[in-house]
């Protein structure tokens, strides 16, 4: 047998990068969450400031559909308690610090995990991070922007002699899950090509159930806004429709290559 020259077994595993990367040393690892949750929680803080700064403003805007409807009745919120002006201000600077500073924490947080994924990994990773981001905010703007609406609709089934009291902080939480869960709605697409890529689900299965998530759409549309016009729920559901069908577009497009990768293999090995 030919012995092999000590050049062409070339260095230990340990010695290239990749081998140290994996071999990175627990403290070099704790190190590196400690940097990453501190640029985090400076982002957090940040936000949390400029929420509160900007609480009064924000108030303004959350309030105006009770502005609106106590001119033609007796409407408005009120504090259960002498620290609830107080709470509810925390409240809306905890939340705007957690918004404002969402893509610098979930930068930091994939970043963290990535470490021990392979290049094709990392790229579905930081790319489902890249969508992600803008999907959910704008669901959530959309979800601000309607719910006005459905304060006015809500709000007029009683009685014009009747008068609206609304808890504070009941109201600000309805607000919230509304904007929150807008912006999950607009996400979900993301997850379906993240399936896809990942193998799971094939994009023939989810053309297969096309009606039942149109359907679904536009339920969830309806619910999310009851207000008496139509086009408030076409202004959700439209979009998500569009995001649904851009989802199925791109896994169609990756099964189709893959199944054409995998037919060129195949030929290949034939040859062979």
């Known amino acids: ?3 092999l020259a000590p050049d062409a077994v070339g260095p230990p595993a ?9 071999g990175m040393p627990l403290s070099e690892h704790l190190r590196e969450a400690r940097t990453r949750s501190l640029r985090a929680a400076a982002a957090f803080v940040f936000g949390v400031v400029v929420g509160y700064v900007l609480s009064d403003q924000i108030m303004e805007v959350v309030r105006a559909p009770i502005t609106a409807l106590a001119e033609s009745r007796d409407a408005s919120l009120n504090y259960d308690s002498i620290t609830g002006a107080f709470d509810l201000k925390l409240k809306i600077a905890l939340f705007s610090g957690i918004a404002l500073s969402s893509p610098i924490w979930m930068y930091e947080l994939f970043a963290f995990l990535a470490a ?8 579905y990773t930081f790319g489902f991070l890249a969508a992600s981001v803008p999907l959910f905010a704008g669901g959530c ?5 309607l719910f006005p609406h459905m304060v006015d609709l809500l709000a007029g ?26 912006g ?44 008496a016009d139509v086009l408030s729920m076409f202004l959700i559901a439209v979009p998500m429709t569009a995001l649904f069908l851009v989802a199925l577009l791109i896994a169609w ?13 195949t030929d290949r090995a034939m040859e062979g």
């Not at 340990?14 to 994996?22: N, R, V």
């Not at 703007?141 to 922007?145: K, M, P, V």
């Not at 497009?253 to 293999?265: F, I, P």
Request: aromatic content about 8%.
């Open 1 to 3: 047998m030919t012995a």
């Open 14 to 22: 340990s010695a290239t990068p990749a081998g140290a990367s994996a």
């Open 116 to 123: 021990g994924l392979d290049r094709r990994e990392k790229r």
């Open 141 to 145: 703007t959309a979800g601000f922007l």
């Open 157 to 182: 089934f009683a009685s014009t002699e009747d008068s609206t009291l609304l808890q504070a902080s009941y109201y600000v939480d309805f607000i919230l899950k509304i904007v929150l869960a807008t």
């Open 184 to 227: 999950v709605a607009f996400v979900l697409p993301v997850f379906l090509v993240m399936l896809n890529l990942l193998g799971i689900l094939q994009a023939r299965t989810i053309a297969r159930s096309w009606r039942i998530v149109i359907v679904a759409i536009v339920l969830f549309s309806a619910i999310v806004t009851p207000a």
């Open 253 to 265: 497009l990756h099964d189709r290559a893959a199944a054409r990768r995998l037919s060129v293999g």
